[in-house]
């Protein structure tokens, strides 16, 4: 956490560079400070003054990093009022981090969070059981080390979200955006993330289990070291992915491309191309997955493409030669045709070549000599 944002938590909120003199020890917080710096520790409001009137050898008494944030009364009763009420209040108060460390909401209690504005919010180690949260938005809000079971969070958006070893179970993303999300050893188990957005998110050593993936966007996704097992890959994107060091057993990647993905060292087991999902082939190189895909369900189409790309590869190959031989050469948007030219001193053209495109597959090309 930024200074500016720890300053934030408090009320009123305290500048960046009042922090900062904080930890350099220049100056000491005012004592309205005291009660959120204690809860914030774990430590009553007693422990506390007890604790600043001891020597400074017993701040390692503390064990600080084993203490967990505490909520905000405050805000929990703020959020519990409703979607409209806490928008609102958000809106008048930007500079307020919403303090909901540790909430436990539940089914048949408070279990509605659809349309929340959660933006920048502190929720780490929150807990959410057969809940929902639609539509909301988590933009950068901190959920490390939360845990999700039974609930929707369709269409809502984790961009930039810290979600670091969140567990995650049987529960509903479809459609939600986690752009450059940080997922770090996130566990995720029998949930729905069809035609979700992950690109450039960070999801190393993630685990996904029974997931349904399909239509995902994964571009430039880090999975390195990530374990997928009974995964639903089919029609998603991962070009340009980290597959590094990765485990992949009974997956289905029937659609999904692979282009530019870096395969390093990564463990395939019954991997399936096929469109009925888990059964008929695998394959054991991910790189020709889309093709011995095509080729097997596609056998026309997959031919016809071939075809075509090795005509366009002759012709390429043969226009460098023309050019080489000839001189420059430029395209002609209107005629659909390539022309290769060759000037001397005196403007005259020796050769002319013109390649004209005719239809999918032939070229017609013109050789002649034209004085000017």
Known sequence: M???????????????????????????????????????????????????????????DLNIENKTLTYNERH????????????????????????????????????????????????????????????????????EKAELTGGSCIGSNFSRANLKKINIQSTRFNRAIFRETNLYKACILDSDFKEVSFEKACMEQIVFDRVDLSGANLKQVDLESAKFTKVQLREANLNQASLKKAFLDTCSVYGSTFLETNLEDIITEKVFISPQGFEGITVQDLALAQFTCLKLYHPLLTQKFVNSYNIEHDFVKYAQLLANRYGR????????????????????????????????????????????
């Open 76 to 143: 929990l009763s703020m959020l519990k009022k409703g979607a409209r009420a806490w928008n609102s209040w958000r809106k008048k108060n930007p500079d307020v981090i919403p303090q909901l460390s540790g909430i436990y909401l539940k089914n048949g209690d408070f279990d509605n969070l659809d349309g929340y504005n959660l933006d920048y919010a502190n929720l780490a180690g929150f807990r959410g059981v057969f809940i929902s949260i639609q539509h909301a938005s988590l933009i950068e809000a901190n959920m």
């Open 329 to 372: 050469y430029k395209y002609k948007k209107k005629s659909g045709s390539f022309a290769f030219f060759k000037y001397n001193k005196i403007n005259f053209i020796d050769i002319f070549v013109d390649i004209e495109k005719i239809d999918n597959n032939l070229y017609k090309i013109y050789i002649l000599k034209i004085l000017f």
């Open 2 to 60: 930024t200074q500016g944002k720890f300053g934030k938590i408090f009320e009123p909120s305290v500048t960046q560079s009042t922090v900062a003199r904080w930890e350099k020890g220049e100056q000491n917080p005012d004592r309205i400070h005291f009660p959120k710096i204690a809860s914030l520790l774990n430590l009553s409001f007693e422990e506390f003054i007890e604790f600043i009137e001891q020597p400074i050898s017993k701040i390692e």
